[in-house]
């Protein structure tokens, strides 16, 4: 993935926030309650519910926000104009119903950091993280790491090692940081932590620097 570098959006007692927190507008509130239908579909006693009067109101409420939805074509471009990427990613986004959402803080390190507990859509073995999903967080928070350190790229390779099972219902820790700049490389390290301070995954990634031209 991709990061560019983002506002600066407030300050905390630990460090510089990097992506856009939950605000309390009506689209964070409606994004919110699109997850806790996502996460109760996934609980729920299928025997008892009333799960086509859900289906009826959920295709009401889809064909709502589709009424008043700009061309794709349009949105894509909103998605990259100032804090549009760290409010729609699937990992920060808290306009994403796919993303948990998580929010990262730049330290005085060079390093990122952000925390979260995972819960039942993200699951993969019982009662663990998918281990794409662990991924996909890895990946952009090195990318959000790429850009606190004044760098930004394409990922190139990701190479992620798993040491033990991820939890969920637990909050994890979530780190990078850019390691080394080598011409167009950049090379960028992270994991996912438990409470405790065990290591669940590591990755290293290997991003290109688009900003910097090819040699001819």
């Not at 806790?36 to 008892?48: C, K, M």
């Not at 926000?65 to 990427?85: C, Y």
């Not at 986004?93 to 390190?109: C, F, K, M, Q, R």
Request: charged share 20%; proline share 8%; glycine share 12%.
């Amino acid at each position: 993935m991709s990061v560019g570098t983002h506002p600066t959006f407030e300050n905390s007692p630990s460090g510089t926030v990097l992506t856009s927190p939950p605000d309390g507008s009506a689209v964070d509130r409606a994004t919110d309650a699109a997850r806790r239908v996502v996460d109760a579909l996934l609980r729920t006693d299928r025997g008892n519910a009333n799960l086509e009067r859900v289906a009826e109101e959920l295709n009401s409420i889809a064909g709502h926000l589709e009424e008043h939805a700009p061309a794709v074509a349009e949105r894509l471009i909103d998605m990259w104009n100032g804090e549009g990427v760290t409010r729609h990613d699937p990992v920060t986004g808290p306009e994403n119903a796919l993303a948990p959402p998580v929010v990262l803080e730049g330290l005085s390190d060079g390093s990122v950091r952000g925390t979260v507990t995972l819960t039942i859509p993200y699951q993969g073995p019982p009662g663990h993280v998918h281990g794409g999903v662990s991924a996909l967080l890895l990946d952009h928070v090195l990318g959000v790491a790429n850009a606190w350190g004044g760098k930004a790229g394409m990922t190139a390779q990701l190479s992620t090692r798993y040491h033990r099972p991820t939890p969920l219902f637990e909050p994890l820790t979530l780190t990078g940081k850019l390691m080394s700049v080598d011409g167009r490389k950049i090379t960028t390290a992270g994991d996912i932590r438990t409470a405790d301070g065990q290591v669940c995954v590591s990755v290293e990634g290997l991003f290109v620097d688009k900003t910097v031209p090819r040699p001819r």
